[in-house]
């Protein structure tokens, strides 16, 4: 088996031959950490809807708003946390 970048089968024996996909590392990686972001979210709201119920959680939440609450919940962690030494 060959292993190229870590992952087992990726090179030359391709079914498309040599030829580049056009996906960078990158874009692989930013692409994925959007996609468990989005899936974050949805755990979230079907938490919130599960106690709350279906309508005021359609109504009143707003995924932008929570995107930005746990994004200041994480800042303010780093620096309540200390850093281990």
Same mark, same amino acid.
């Given at each position: /088996?060959?292993?190229?970048?870590? @992952?087992? %089968?990726? %090179? +030359?024996? +391709? ?6 996909? !056009? #996906? +960078?590392? !990158?874009? @692989?990686? %930013?692409?994925?950490?959007? #996609?468990?972001?989005?899936?974050? @979210?949805?755990? *979230?709201? &079907?938490?919130?809807? +599960?106690?709350? !119920?279906? @309508? *005021? *959680? ?7 708003? #929570?995107? =930005? ?6 800042? =303010? /962690? /780093?620096? &309540? ?5």
């Amino acid at each position: /088996m060959e292993y190229r970048n870590g @992952l087992p %089968g990726v %090179g +030359s024996s +391709s079914p498309f031959g040599d030829q580049h996909t !056009g #996906l +960078s590392q !990158g874009a @692989l990686f %930013g692409f994925s950490v959007a #996609l468990v972001s989005y899936n974050v @979210l949805a755990v *979230i709201k &079907a938490a919130l809807r +599960s106690v709350h !119920g279906e @309508l *005021i *959680i359609a109504n009143e939440v707003s995924d932008y708003y #929570l995107a =930005g609450h746990l994004g200041r919940t994480y800042d =303010g /962690m /780093m620096i &309540a946390v200390p850093e281990e030494e």
